[in-house]
């Protein structure tokens, strides 16, 4: 059974801070790597994607993949209310000829202004 | 692009009946996938289309439940006969295929199905 584990929270983190979310993964094989975000009652959105150990950085938000360590991370700087959401990590298994994306169940993130 | 859209929005319906939820995938996407979220479970992939063929059913729960693509802008998930442990919150998303996986899905609004 391939899992993909995130701690459920609540995280609360003040108003510009750094938030750090965490997940790991069963498959060594993994391929590529996705962080969702979701509003409450409302669709995920992606909101990151990475293939290659390291970071990669877009506007506030970096990922980081340690593929060796089987982890991999978001990290929101300067937090602010509208942050506040459950975050999803996803992961391909085994990416070639297999789309499919195993979710973890979400961390839920609080920025207290 | 309009996005990935579903309906209904919303759907009551009373044990027993027949449900049957609506995606149509951005237009040039060529895989299709219908989710189920609840809180105890999250997020669950019921079953995926490429090309419309289904490729991978294994997370439909039951018999239950079928799906269908009969052509590349529409799909249907339908339910029959409904039970009440079936509400929950059905996503449909798409994608464009590439190799190796890095293949981004895009989701609908979702249908919020409860089974009285």
């Known amino acids: 059974q391939k899992e993909v584990e995130q701690n459920s929270g609540p995280l609360s983190v003040p108003e510009g801070a750094i938030a750090s979310l965490n997940c790991t993964y069963s498959?060594?094989?993994?391929?590529?790597f996705f962080w969702y975000r979701q509003y409450s009652g409302k669709s995920p959105e992606l909101i990151m994607s990475?293939?290659?150990?390291g970071d990669k950085e877009d506007g506030r938000f970096t990922a980081q993949l340690n593929k060796a360590s089987q982890y991999v991370s978001l990290l929101i700087r300067d937090s602010q209310p509208s942050d506040s959401a459950t975050y999803l990590c996803?992961?391909?298994?085994?990416?070639?000829?297999?789309?499919?994306?195993?979710f973890g169940t979400g961390t839920r993130l609080t920025i207290i202004p | 692009d309009a996005g990935v859209i579903q309906s209904p929005r919303h759907e009551v319906t009373e044990m027993g009946q027949e449900v049957t939820l609506r995606c149509k995938p951005i237009?040039?996407?060529?895989?299709l996938f219908w989710y189920r979220q609840t809180m105890m479970r999250g997020l669950e992939l019921l079953i995926y289309?490429?090309?419309?063929?289904?490729?991978?059913d294994s997370g439909m729960p039951e018999d239950r439940f079928s799906a269908k693509m009969p052509n590349a802008s529409f799909s249907t998930l339908k339910i029959q006969p409904s039970e009440p442990r079936d509400s929950a919150v059905y996503f449909c998303?798409?994608?464009?295929?590439?190799?190796?996986?890095?293949?981004?899905?895009?989701f609908g609004a979702g249908t919020r199905l409860s089974v009285l």
């Open positions: 998303a798409s994608s464009l295929a590439v190799t190796g996986g890095k293949n981004i899905q895009y």
């Open positions: 498959d060594r094989g993994s391929q590529s």
């Open positions: 990475i293939y290659s150990n």
């Open positions: 996803a992961v391909n298994f085994r990416g070639f000829g297999n789309e499919k994306l195993t």
């Open positions: 237009s040039g996407h060529n895989s």
């Open positions: 289309f490429n090309n419309n063929v289904p490729i991978d």
